[in-house]
């Protein structure tokens, strides 16, 4: 089952207010952004979010998953808690690099 139009732009919703949300389709999957940096991915309607050691003790006690084959575990976001998405959100875009800009060929 791949994610919907609409959850998608829900994600992003309830997230919106701490930078410049976007998202982006890949592998019939989205990928949602903040300030240019990737912190959400979105996979089968569930969000979500790279373990790092900056959210550890905030996500202790969320349920972990893959969000695609070969993909390692992530902790699975409760995007229904807005308050709590924006928190952990902000913090991985704090660690998270700018994507390396891609080379012409």
Do not use: S, W
């Amino acid at each position: 089952m791949a994610t919907t139009q609409e959850y998608i732009e829900y994600v992003c919703e309830q997230i919106n207010g701490i930078g410049d949300i976007r998202y982006k389709k890949m592998f019939g999957e989205y990928m949602v952004y903040l300030n240019d940096k990737p912190v959400v991915i979105v996979c089968d309607n569930i969000a979500y979010v790279k373990k790092l050691p900056c959210i550890e003790d905030k996500m202790k006690n969320a349920e972990c998953g893959h969000p695609y084959n070969g993909a390692k575990e992530h902790y699975i976001l409760d995007i229904d808690n807005g308050d709590f998405c924006k928190e952990i959100v902000k913090a991985v875009e704090e660690v998270t690099p700018l994507p390396k800009p891609k080379k012409k060929k």
